[in-house]
């Protein structure tokens, strides 16, 4: 590795590769187990979604993860760490899952073991991850850096949904345990390969070691650019997780969709997310720019665009079988790629910013904010379109009022993020003045 340029493409893909281990594990848990549990053992689709839920609850624990890591100075031990307990919490949850079958008091309780677990590992390995990859990319490789760590994760998740669910069949249980035990161990070892000299040795522990965790967090909470973009962050992922739930339905009520056509349609959203974060990467990667100026201006944009193709579904309630589905649909994925792998290569460079040696606490702390909106965010949008029906006897204006309600989410992150530093030194950063904001106003890191 190039000390100057940072990691290398092959460095990155090696990250990118642990990154798609995380989500192989993760999806396997909130995809194929909870269509076990709702379809082939006939629970309610509600104890799913609470375990599902447990383990964005424990992601409250990202900042102790970073902090922990901060205090060592080295992130890879935590990384396999965290995945050797996310592995393990898998393979739990499926046992827990094969057991309900015979007894369902007893799974229910190794079930809610294996999410903690989940919770817990996804929160060490997640955050350790996203620090290492933060302090090893050069500046102008980390919008690309993102986009390919990101695209991974989500082949991760294809991978391994078509995997599993070719092997699942003819399902068994103990088919379900065995596929769920090969999945885990793959990840670890393509964990300890991908890590193996990875990170540098040399790396410096937080300065101020010895101070406690709630002195470190109370800390990184006090730099306003640490705050700003925690706040950013949980207002966009709430206004971005919020439409998971309701878009497929809405097709299908509003627009006659089979649900074949509405998952065909999941399929353009994603398309147009992936869309998106190339074209992001590619305008962050060129040398000579502002990039950290360019970043949030892509983040801005993003966001306005998301709001946007959101207040067109608004329209398309009203106007129904008229309106062009597909291609707004197509259009609000691009902007939420857009915006989302340029926060996400903003967050990168703002992990080192303030008191030296806490990268960890922040971007834990960003991890958590995150967490905590997709949660919320999912069942609020599901919920307000229930209230919505039932107070508006039109069905698509219904769902327009839900979606109308998240643009405004959208706008307010776009005004937001115009508030979060430039992440572009224009002095030398060795003498404590590391960014500046829109307005010109110097910010000195306490």
């Not at 964005?56 to 901060?70: C, E, K, N, T």
């Not at 060592?72 to 031990?77: A, D, K, L, M, N």
């Amino acid at each position: 590795m190039n000390r100057s340029d940072g990691l290398g493409w092959f460095g990155i893909v090696r990250l990118g590769l642990v990154q798609a281990c995380i989500g192989s594990i993760v999806v396997l848990t909130t995809s194929t187990l909870n269509r076990i549990m709702v379809v082939e053992l006939a629970l309610p689709a509600l104890l799913p979604g609470l375990l599902v839920a447990i383990h964005y609850a424990l992601q409250v624990l990202r900042p102790r993860m970073g902090f922990g890591s901060d205090q060592s100075g080295r992130r890879t031990p935590w990384v396999i760490g965290g995945m050797l307990v996310l592995a393990t919490g898998g393979v739990v949850a499926a046992l827990a899952t094969a057991w309900m079958a015979t007894e369902r008091s007893a799974g229910l309780a190794l079930a809610v073991l294996g999410f903690t677990l989940i919770g817990v590992g996804v929160s060490a390995a997640g955050t350790s991850l996203l620090v290492l990859l933060a302090k090893s990319v050069a500046e102008h490789r980390r919008a690309p850096a993102a986009t390919i760590v990101w695209i991974m994760m989500i082949a991760g998740f294809a991978v391994t949904a078509g995997v599993s669910g070719a092997l699942l069949d003819p399902y068994s249980p103990h088919r379900m345990v065995q596929v769920a035990g090969c999945i885990a161990a793959i990840a670890i070892v393509v964990t300890l390969i991908a890590l193996f000299r990875l990170e540098k040795t040399d790396s410096q522990p937080d300065t101020q070691h010895g101070v406690p965790f709630l002195a470190a967090l109370r800390s990184v909470w006090a730099e306003a650019d640490a705050r700003q973009f925690t706040l950013f962050i949980f207002v966009s992922m709430l206004a971005f997780s919020a439409q998971d739930l309701i878009l497929e339905p809405f097709a299908g009520v509003v627009f006659g969709f089979t649900p074949g056509e509405s998952t065909q349609l999941s399929g353009v959203q994603h398309s147009g997310v992936m869309a998106g974060m190339i074209v992001v990467a590619i305008a962050g990667s060129r040398r000579g720019r502002p990039t950290g100026k360019t970043l949030r201006n892509w983040t801005v944009g993003g966001c306005i665009a998301s709001a946007l193709a959101l207040l067109a579904l608004t329209v398309a309630g009203t106007l129904g079988g008229d309106w062009p589905l597909k291609a707004n649909v197509f259009a609000l994925g691009a902007a939420n790629g857009a915006f989302s792998i340029a926060a996400i290569a903003s967050m990168m460079q703002l992990a080192g910013r303030g008191v030296s040696g806490r990268e960890g606490t922040r971007m834990g702390l960003w991890g958590a904010a995150q967490a905590i909106a997709f949660g919320i965010g999912g069942l609020s949008g599901a919920v307000a379109s229930d209230i919505s029906r039932s107070l508006i006897d039109d069905v698509g204006s219904a769902y327009g009022l839900v979606f109308g309600a998240e643009a405004l989410l959208f706008l307010l992150a776009a005004h937001m993020a115009t508030h979060v530093a430039d992440t572009t030194p224009d002095v030398d950063p060795d003498h404590g003045i590391a960014q500046h904001w829109k307005g010109g106003n110097i910010h000195e890191p306490a």
